[in-house]
């Protein structure tokens, strides 16, 4: 299904989708991207979408998802890290934190570290309020190829791979998050995007 981001009742659309253990395609403040809901433990039913995008990206299993969440402060919902008050503010932004993921946090899975980012774009933080919990993000494209900026590309490419694409226009240029981790109590820049660090 293809819908317009700018129809009233996109996030509606977006979030149910999601809600459902749907993979959609939709902008963020950067590039587009695939995303699904992360599994909470609180989830009766366990939708394992991460394992989906990546069969549809055809990327090795063992490669993390980016999570998007809806509000600064909910990264402490997932680790006790501290996180420098000179990476928090650049939040909503293009910005993607690794912090090591407190033991019985509310996700499913039980991995050592997450990458977190809250959006610029607060149309995408309402998709995730809605959603009620993170939704994976990763760029459009097949992997080892270069993303996809077009969205008639976008279409004809994964129409048929995804339950939903959210049409926002060409992304020509966009750059990706900055991507920084904090597991060793040291800002380390793994990938330098638009925000600058």
Request: charged fraction near 30%; hydrophobic fraction near 35%.
């Amino acid at each position: 299904m293809k819908y317009n981001k700018s129809e009233k009742d996109s996030v509606d659309k977006t979030s149910q989708i999601l809600k459902e253990g749907g993979i959609a395609i939709i902008p963020t403040d950067t590039v587009y991207g695939f995303s699904g809901i992360v599994d909470l433990a609180s989830n009766k039913n366990k939708y394992k979408t991460d394992y989906r995008i990546r069969a549809i990206k055809g990327r090795a299993e063992t490669k993390p998802l980016i999570q998007l969440i809806s509000k600064p402060n909910d990264i402490y919902l997932y680790t006790d890290d501290k996180i420098p008050e000179s990476l928090l503010k650049k939040w909503p932004g293009a910005l993607t934190i690794i912090v090591n993921c407190k033991k019985n946090s509310q996700l499913a899975d039980e991995v050592a570290t997450v990458a977190f980012r809250c959006p610029g774009d607060k149309w995408i933080r309402d998709v995730i309020e809605q959603t009620g919990a993170p939704i994976y993000s990763t760029s459009v494209n097949r992997s080892g190829l270069p993303v996809i900026d077009e969205i008639k590309k976008i279409d004809e490419e994964f129409n048929k791979e995804v339950d939903l694409l959210i049409n926002d226009g060409d992304k020509k240029g966009a750059l990706p998050s900055t991507i920084v981790s904090i597991c060793n109590g040291e800002i380390k820049v793994l990938r330098q995007g638009s925000v600058k660090i």
